[in-house]
């Protein structure tokens, strides 16, 4: 494939693609360079520059829809650099990113393009090997609370509520026995399914913001005992880092301290990645797996696909070592208490359709389900049923 305007290059290429004006200098950076709406298509699929137009000869097809730039604009949250509204937490919002408007969040665009280069590749008699990935269903949790009466001042607000008998088996008897540490709970489900992985994000650092509450002891015992159901952790960013991501260094190296090994995965707390270019401090601290790029008010594929991709530098145009894994779905997104206002029949829809998108391109299904939603105490009403579903039907599909 040949991705050029320069016509005396096209014959080296089966498929050639012709740039748009997208990355023209003075063009890129600018309002002037962000997609026109409506969108056309080509072959039902929008794509975000160029025109609608392809052309074939018995040997070559030329391709005017820039697929090439829409993917880099997808991919490197190169909109992020353009739209300046930001919710209460500093996030750009799904409400204000072209795939909402559109509709198409909840199809991985991106991947869609990478099958239309296919086909066209095909039908100049190009032989494409078969595509080795495979569907992975990938169980994240964030250890924002890990308890409820473990503390002095939990133990006070439990015999206040006369709640004596959990509080006190709780303090006494040990994490496993407070109603907030369902990890081992989830842990028991999630190793039922072969192709899946879990990991748990731990959180060291956020002393003055009240957003980081409430802490917790990350060199206590309780929290030992999360990292041996979840050994594979990452760090769990402070909301406090987001704001002042020069401190993400010192948090991967409390947590490095407390595991005994590298720290190499991320997600910040909050979903609060507020500015493409912080980044580059992830790659400072030595992540090179980050798991925060989902929207916190819709769920779907913010990043326009559902694999794992290496992050674009949109300011520097580069492509980085830093491998970013597409969050689809997080539970608080979903329920009625919350952003999505969806009820459990509508919720578990939803995760299906995902997971069918996921499946058909051999993408990485990445959900957060924190410990506390699928607690009794704290629960949103039915995340704990809904977590069962969806193990029970990864399970039975699996079984097929």
């Not at 794509?47 to 820039?66: H, I, M, P």
Request: charged share 25%; aromatic share 12%.
């Amino acid at each position: 494939m040949g991705y050029t305007a320069d016509k005396s290059e096209w014959g080296k290429y089966k498929v050639v693609i012709i740039p748009s004006n997208f990355f023209k200098e003075g063009l890129y950076g600018t309002e002037k360079s962000m997609p026109e709406l409506p969108l056309k298509q080509i072959d039902g699929v929008p794509f975000l520059y160029g025109e609608d137009s392809v052309s074939r000869t018995n040997s070559q097809v030329f391709v005017k829809a820039d697929i090439v730039a829409s993917a880099y604009f997808l991919l490197s949250r190169y909109e992020e650099l353009i739209v300046k509204e930001r919710d209460e937490h500093g996030r750009f919002a799904a409400r204000n990113s072209l795939l909402k408007r559109i509709g198409w969040l909840d199809r991985p665009l991106v991947d869609e393009y990478g099958r239309l280069l296919r086909k066209w590749l095909a039908e100049c008699g190009v032989k494409i090997p078969v595509s080795s990935t495979k569907y992975r269903f990938v169980m994240t949790h964030d250890a924002d609370i890990i308890s409820q009466y473990r503390t002095l001042r939990g133990l006070a607000g439990g015999l206040l509520r006369r709640d004596v008998k959990t509080t006190l088996k709780s303090f006494v008897g040990g994490v496993e026995n407070d109603p907030l540490f369902t990890f081992g709970w989830m842990k028991s489900l999630e190793s039922r399914l072969h192709y899946a992985s879990a990991m748990a994000f731990i959180k060291v650092a956020g002393r003055t913001l009240p957003q980081d509450t409430p802490y917790y002891n990350p060199y206590g015992g309780d929290v030992k005992k999360v990292l041996n159901l979840y050994p594979d952790a990452g760090l769990h960013i402070s909301y406090e880092a987001a704001l002042n991501p020069q401190l993400i260094k010192e948090e991967v190296k409390i947590l490095e301290n407390i595991t005994g090994s590298k720290v190499t995965k991320s997600r910040h707390h909050y979903l609060a990645s507020l500015r493409p270019s912080d980044m580059r401090y992830l790659i400072d601290a030595g992540i090179k797996d980050d798991y925060t790029m989902g929207f916190a008010d819709c769920a779907g594929f913010r990043l326009g696909t559902c694999r794992p991709v290496k992050w674009i530098d949109p300011e520097r145009k580069e492509v980085t070592t830093l491998t970013l894994h597409p969050l689809a779905v997080m539970d608080c997104t979903l329920s009625k208490e919350n952003y999505m206002n969806l009820d459990h029949d509508a919720a578990f829809a939803l995760y299906k359709k995902l997971r069918l998108e996921a499946l058909k391109f051999g993408g990485e299904f990445v959900s957060l389900w924190h410990n506390t939603s699928v607690a009794k105490t704290y629960s949103c009403s039915y995340h704990k049923d809904l977590f069962e579903e969806i193990i029970e039907y990864e399970e039975s599909a699996d079984s097929l």
